[in-house]
């Protein structure tokens, strides 16, 4: 997908309520650190994320199996690192609506049934697609 997608796709994310970009318990991050306060030696990052296939583009799986209370801020999450990093976020879901559609992201739906293996389709779109990693929607909800 390319960068015109991803401004699209922000261009369409408008949260409920405005920001309170003053708000008293925003505290300055220390220098040196990044999210979540890692140390300067903290984990490196992940050479599977960035070790792009021919395309350049690494995709990720963002597990949604409830409905988020703020899947806007999670979809601005998302598209932002997808236009900032190249790292492509799909959506692996069991629900009809996972709040993600709207905003024009990749879904892919898995549909229970006699039979059926939720682990076996994780692990056939993660080859399909070549998921660098597969992390919980209400993680990335988590970061901020």
Do not use: K
């Amino acid at each position: 997908m390319t960068p015109e997608h991803w401004l699209a796709v922000l261009s369409r994310i408008a949260p409920g309520e405005p920001f309170n970009l003053d708000a008293d318990d925003a505290a300055p991050m220390p220098p040196g650190q990044g999210l979540a306060g890692w140390e300067a030696g903290g984990p490196p990052p992940s050479p599977r994320l960035w070790d792009r296939a021919e395309t350049g583009a690494s995709y990720i799986g963002i597990r949604v199996d409830a409905t988020l209370a703020d899947a806007t801020r999670t979809a601005l999450r998302l598209a932002s690192a997808a236009l900032e990093r190249g790292v492509t976020p799909i959506i692996l879901t069991t629900l009809d609506a996972s709040g993600f559609e709207r905003f024009g992201f990749r879904v892919e739906r898995f549909l229970p049934g006699p039979g059926a293996d939720r682990t076996a389709w994780e692990a056939e779109m993660t080859a399909f697609w070549s998921l660098a990693l597969v992390i919980d929607a209400s993680d990335v909800a988590a970061l901020g």
